[in-house]
Each structure stands twice: as C-alpha cells, then as structure tokens.
Nanobody
Framework: QLQASGGGLVQAGGSLRLSCAAS????????MGWFRQAPGKEREFVAQ????????TYADSVKGRFTISRDRAKNTVDLQMNSLKVEDTAAYYC????????????WGQGTLVTVSS
C-alpha cells in the first residue's frame, strides 16, 4: 500500500515536499517512482529511485529542480520540489514496481499540487 501526502498550494518559485509511505512489503530490489497528471493531460513520469542503491532518474522537465530520495528505515520516498512553475500543477502519484517489472504495478492515491502565478 502506498500513501502519498504533502501536496498543497504554492506560489511559483516556491517549494513543496511530497512523501510516499509504503507498507505491506519489503522493498528490496524495487523501484519507487513519482508520476503526475495535469487536468486534460496524460499521466507523465516525474522521477524514480532504486530502493537498493538510491539511484535517481528524472524527467527532463524537472531535472535540477526536483530531488527524489528514499528512507529505507521509514519505508518512505520523498520528492523535494523547488523552483516550482505553474506548469508543475498536477495530481502527483507515487508508484512502485519490482526491479524486473516493465511497468509500475502499484499506485498510491494522488496528492494535488497547485502552483499559482
């Protein structure tokens, strides 16, 4: 089970930190990710991190502004979002997949991020 939190309203240029708590299984060899879906648009990849080594990957649109991290003791994955832009407005979803899986198979509920100009 994945539980996302931390969304809210922020002005452009501001920061927010999202958190995703995972429960019900060990995450060894898993990959945790964040996706987002803006109104009227398809869901898109934002960032992911390997649970074992903490290796991050980012979408070009957030590179240099967002940082994904994981806390193995707490079983959480955070997304620190800085220099937010109006176009970052979306519902953000955390997701998980086994390292060998081609697609993400586990999804949390969305948390809404609204960036005002």
């Amino acid at each position: 089970q994945l539980q996302a939190s931390g969304g809210g309203l922020v002005q452009a240029g501001g920061s927010l930190r999202l958190s995703c708590a995972a429960s019900g299984r060990t995450l060894t060899n898993w990959i945790m990710g964040w996706f987002r879906q803006a109104p009227g648009k398809e869901r898109e990849f934002v960032a992911q991190i390997t649970w074992n080594l903490g290796t991050p990957t980012y979408a070009d649109s957030v590179k240099g502004r967002f940082t994904i991290s994981r806390d193995r003791a707490k079983n959480t994955v955070d997304l620190q979002m800085n220099s937010l832009k109006v176009e970052d407005t979306a519902a953000y979803y955390c997701a998980a997949k086994a390292g060998s899986a081609r697609q993400y198979g586990y999804w949390g509920q969305g948390t809404l991020v609204t960036v005002s100009s």
